[in-house]
């Protein structure tokens, strides 16, 4: 397509040539609608002219035979002549010119003449053919009998151009059905063919002189005979059928997929004639939805098998970790071993929650690309949830002698919200702002919101969060896509680290954050310059003050009270190592413990003594936690906690389906399984 220019006066060109067209087309009709005058005597031609210009007629005077014939050849609506004009020598050329005509075309010529029955014989005879429009008046004549007759003239010339118009249509028509792929078919209401063009003898075999008089039933399978009768019920009632999808077999008996198109014919008084029938071979089309079926079948189940793997990945990573993490936390509360010892423990379950973390966001983004995460909605502390997250990186910012500060000035920091799925975010960006800050750098962590001091309370606004460092910077180019999976933009050859984690961090921040409501963006002056990360979320003054915290299984798990009253507890766990610590640290906090490797194990341990609890892994050598639970749960009523490396949606639902209260993901924080089982103690007690 051609641009569009703008003209001297401003006005485009795509204008000037639709002002053009309609110039053009009036034109045509002046030129069509013409009356062409040949007098050839004084001034006939001129004063006729000039008379019938005043009754509002166009004309054009015409100097002799050969212009005139040019002229009609042009196109006009009537032609006045003289007697005079057809004696000239040259008159031949006119006679030609009407004789020449369309078919449809038959000129209404009005011959002036002084009259006598001789004179117009001759007259004819010299026109020949070119006289079957002719009409003849005598001289003198009125205005009004000039006019009247010219008019008449006129209105049978804008009918002929009717019937010229109306042939082209059918003539355009004709080459569409004649050309088209498609198969176009007429047949009465009784079924039988009464039109059969080359799209229908390409497409089904058979020629039109073997289909027409014969039943449209010869293309449908028997089995489908039936439709057909309800199709011709549906046209007598007047309904027109759209892109009906059915089988047709074509002469060497292959069936074909088609989509029909039927619509009833009507006559002129309205009355139901037949129906018209377009057939499309959607064969093509239908190998296309089927390869795609196939291929999204494909797709999907290797979706679920990269679910799968993804899923026992984490719980094969998770599994060992169980044992490394609990051993770290129990040794580092030995008030016996030195400060360094208990400083370097405190390191290894940093990097064991770490690595968690990172099995944690393969998972998070799987979740994410097939939109499975969800969020468990409440109301929260974000000013809780940020001091939460600051005091979990503070012993890493503190190695690196790095100042962090906190300026929550916000008043609306009340987030109805999935507060985990929050401390993930501000997890992320306080931990990215540790990492790339150098040693003695500064991360400040502010908010403030967007409504006025004196808003009511009850008014929504929004509260921002930055996080500002004065580390490695980034390219400004860079900054959209650091919010892409596995996308650093530059950052370990800027830092100097080869290892960085993932990627992931900051695009399932953003996942989490627009599932908000809310937006997160970046920015930075240059490399060396720091970096500010701001997240902008709804919220509303709280109306009290709201936990911030609670563990990734049920929501009334987690209470800022309880106690420490030993249980009884039976250890369900077939994994030798995780067995042993986790026996070694529940023994140390003054419980009972009663192992057991196997579902058998532990329904006989259940059978022979009470327990206040079970803490079950899901894999088990013969069988799965989860019936484990059910049974325990109906028999003798017990409250049970899931260890499991599985920690996925569904996995903590089908745990609370099967009677879990708490769902822990390996490895297992000591001090998130301790306030479980002080709530239970709780619940135990009263």
Not at 403 to 430: H, K, M, P, Y
Not at 518 to 525: A, K, L, T, V, W
Not at 625 to 647: C, P, T, V, W
Request: aromatic share 4%; hydrophobic share 40%; charged share 25%.
């Amino acid at each position: 397509m051609n641009a569009i220019a703008p003209t001297e006066e401003g006005i485009p060109a795509q204008e000037e040539a639709e002002e053009r067209e309609v110039i053009d087309t009036e034109a045509a009709r002046s030129v069509s609608e013409r009356v062409l005058i040949m007098a050839p005597v004084g001034q006939d031609g001129m004063a006729m002219a000039l008379l019938l210009e005043d009754q509002g007629l166009e004309t054009r005077v015409c100097a002799d035979p050969t212009e005139c014939a040019r002229e009609v050849a042009a196109g006009a609506g009537a032609l006045v002549l003289t007697e005079e004009a057809l004696e000239l020598s040259n008159a031949s050329a006119l006679f030609r010119a009407l004789h020449t005509e369309a078919p449809w075309s038959e000129l209404p010529v009005v011959i002036l003449t002084t009259g006598g029955e001789y004179r117009v014989s001759r007259l004819l005879d010299l026109m020949g053919t070119a006289a079957r429009g002719a009409m003849l008046l005598e001289r003198p004549l009125s205005q009004a009998t000039l006019v009247r007759s010219l008019q008449v003239g006129l209105s049978s010339r804008r009918r002929q151009y009717q019937v010229r118009d109306l042939l082209g249509l059918q003539a355009r028509l004709a080459a569409i059905v004649t050309s088209s792929d498609d198969a176009i078919v007429s047949k009465t209401l009784e079924g039988i063919v009464t039109s059969w063009n080359a799209g229908a003898e390409r497409m089904f075999g058979y020629t039109s002189s073997e289909m027409v008089d014969q039943s449209i039933l010869r293309l449908i399978p028997p089995e489908l005979h039936a439709e057909e009768h309800d199709i011709l019920k549906r046209l007598k009632r007047g309904e027109r059928i759209q892109h009906y999808e059915t089988i047709r077999v074509t002469k060497d008996g292959r069936r074909m997929p088609v989509a029909l198109t039927i619509s009833p014919i009507r006559g002129d008084d309205g009355k139901l004639l037949g129906a018209s029938k377009i057939a499309r071979d959607i064969t093509e089309r239908r190998a296309f939805e089927e390869n795609l079926r196939m291929a999204k079948q494909r797709a999907e189940a290797a979706s679920r098998a990269k679910d799968k793997f993804l899923a026992t990945l984490s719980h094969e990573l998770r599994t060992p970790l169980t044992p490394v993490l609990m051993s770290a936390a129990a040794l580092r509360e030995d008030e016996r071993l030195p400060e360094d010892v208990k400083s370097q423990l405190n390191m290894i379950e940093r990097n064991v929650m770490l690595e968690a973390r990172l099995i944690d966001d393969l998972l998070d983004l799987s979740r994410i690309t097939h939109g499975k995460l969800t969020l468990r909605r409440e109301q929260c502390d974000l000013n809780s949830i940020i001091g939460f997250v600051v005091e979990f990186i503070r012993n890493e910012a503190r190695e690196k002698a790095i100042e962090v500060s906190l300026e929550l000035r916000a008043r609306r920091n009340c987030i109805t919200g999935d507060s985990v799925r929050l401390q993930q975010v501000f997890w992320n960006l306080l931990r990215n702002a540790v990492k790339f800050t150098p040693t003695g750098g500064r991360i400040r962590i502010t908010s403030h919101d967007d409504a006025p001091a004196d808003a009511p309370d009850g008014d929504a606004g929004k509260v921002r969060v930055s996080v500002t460092d004065n580390g490695i910077g980034l390219d400004p180019q860079a900054i959209q896509r650091i919010f892409e999976p596995f996308e650093q933009a530059g950052v370990g050859l800027a830092s100097g680290k080869s290892s960085l984690g993932l990627g992931l961090g900051l695009a399932i921040a953003r996942a989490i954050v627009s599932m908000h409501q809310g937006i997160i963006r970046g920015e930075s002056p240059g490399p060396g310059k720091g970096s500010i990360f701001t997240v902008e979320l709804p919220a509303e003054i709280c109306p009290q003050k709201t936990p911030a915290l609670r563990s990734n299984g049920d929501d009334n798990q987690i209470h800022p009270v309880g106690t420490n009253r030993p249980m009884r507890l039976l250890v369900v766990e077939d994994d030798k190592s995780t067995l042993q610590v986790l026996t070694r640290f529940l023994t140390r906090d003054g419980h009972t413990v009663v192992t057991s490797a196997s579902l058998d194990e532990a329904r006989a341990a259940a059978a022979s003594q009470p327990f206040d609890a079970v803490l079950s892994d899901l894999g088990l050598p013969d069988g799965t936690g989860l019936e484990l639970m059910k049974d325990l749960r109906d028999r003798y009523g017990l409250r049970g906690i899931a260890l499991s490396g599985y920690g996925m949606e569904e996995d903590i639902q089908h745990s609370r389906t099967a009677g879990f209260a708490a769902h822990l993901v390996k490895p297992v924080d000591v001090q998130e399984l301790r306030r479980v089982l002080r709530h239970f103690a709780t619940l135990t007690a009263h």
